[in-house]
């Protein structure tokens, strides 16, 4: 089973930026889709960013221009660094693999204050 290890999440000013980390414990990293994901208080998770083995990314357009989702295959590792953030991105980010996720690690809690 794939475990799922994000970090880098702590608290910020509106405008200030963090850069997340997740390691993952299998070699299947480096062959599939993987991404970030978001849940707000009281809001559904959702997709944040996606990157294929390939390096090709999709955005959520809330974040289009700021995040930028990165992988190490090597590594097994994929990054999110996040510049100007704001208040509304404050949440517990997850890394998983996309499109279809396995169980969900612990997340990561990212606080933007205005």
């Known amino acids: 089973q794939v475990q799922l290890v994000e970090s880098g999440g702590g608290l910020v000013q509106a405008g200030g930026s963090l850069r997340l980390s997740c390691a993952a414990s299998?070699?299947?990293?480096?062959?599939?889709?993987m991404g970030w994901y978001r849940r707000a208080p009281g809001k559904q998770r959702e997709l944040v960013a996606a990157?294929?083995?390939?390096?090709?990314?999709n955005y959520a357009d809330s974040v289009k221009g700021r995040f930028t989702i990165s992988r190490d295959n090597a590594k097994n590792t994929v990054y999110l660094q996040m510049n100007n953030l704001k208040p509304e991105d404050t949440a517990v980010y997850y890394c998983?693999?996309?499109?279809?996720?396995?169980?969900w690690g612990p997340g990561t809690q990212v606080t933007v204050s205005s």
């Open positions: 990157i294929t083995r390939g390096g090709s990314s």
């Open positions: 299998e070699s299947i990293f480096s062959l599939t889709s």
């Open positions: 998983n693999l996309y499109p279809y996720p396995r169980p």
